[in-house]
T-cell receptor
Framework: ETGVTQSPTHLIKTRGQQVTLRCSSQSGHNTVSWYQQALGQGPQFIFQYYREEENGRGNFPPRFSGLQFPNYSSELNVNALELDDSALYLC?????????????FGPGTRLLVL | AQRVTQPEKLLSVFKGAPVELKCNYSYSGSPELFWYVQYSRQRLQLLLRHISRESIKGFTADLNKGETSFHLKKPFAQEEDSAMYYCALRGDSSYKLIFGSGTRLLVRP
């Protein structure tokens, strides 16, 4: 059984740029959730994807968008990067239609915006 | 508003001492509560969930709806318990986890 993987591990961008983060879900999982974890804080829910559609969204602006592919892997895209977007971005996968089951987390991508 | 509060940023105890990590929540319905743990250089992982009513690595947590709390307890702390602990809530019919800000547990030899 393969766990959740994320790429890249680290990334440095400048204000105004765009970034794409990638996540491969655990084998057999069909749901992917994305979280943002700022330094010293707990993870904050961004959105969830199920069967290639957004299944729910947290309090994040539209410049945060995502995709889920037929193999259930997912991307998080952030446009017009701001300094406050610097954080650890976590992906979590689960097996359910409504995200009701246990979420398994990836190692995260650390984004630094200069 | 849905909220999870972990009042202690750091809890330091000696090996063998009892441990209680506090978690209080705000939610009007019937939430599901979790404890996640992150050991050094490892990913966030589920420690336990209240519906399972199980003990994992000697840790237990009881959901107290009257006090809206879900404190994590262990009678005798071990050095390998040193980690970051996050309490999380999921609302009924919901899809997202709401996390507290975490408590760092340091178990000294």
């Amino acid at each position: 059984e393969t766990g959740v993987t994320q790429s890249p591990t680290h990334l440095i961008k400048t204000r105004g740029q765009q970034v794409t983060l990638r996540c491969s879900s655990q084998s057999g999982h069909n749901t992917v959730s994305w979280y943002q974890q700022a330094l010293g804080q707990g993870p904050q829910f961004i959105f969830q994807y199920y069967r290639e559609e957004e299944n729910g969204r947290g309090n994040f602006p539209p410049r945060f968008s995502g995709l889920q592919f037929p193999n259930y892997s997912s991307e998080l895209n952030v446009n017009a990067l701001e300094l406050d977007d610097s954080a650890l971005y976590l992906c979590a996968s689960s097996l359910a239609g409504r995200g009701a089951e246990t979420q398994y987390f990836g190692p995260g991508t650390r984004l630094l915006v200069l | 508003a849905q909220r999870v509060t972990q009042p202690e940023k750091l809890l330091s105890v000696f090996k063998g001492a009892p441990v209680e990590l506090k978690c209080n929540y705000s939610y009007s319905g019937s939430p599901e509560l979790f404890w996640y743990v992150q050991y050094s250089r490892q990913r966030l992982q589920l420690l336990l969930r209240h519906i399972s009513r199980e003990s994992i690595k000697g840790f237990t947590a009881d959901l107290n709806k009257g006090e809206t709390s879900f404190h994590l307890k262990k009678p005798f702390a071990q050095e390998e318990d040193s980690a970051m602990y996050y309490c999380a809530l999921r609302g009924d019919s919901s899809y997202k986890l709401i996390f507290g800000s975490g408590t760092r547990l340091l178990v000294r030899p």
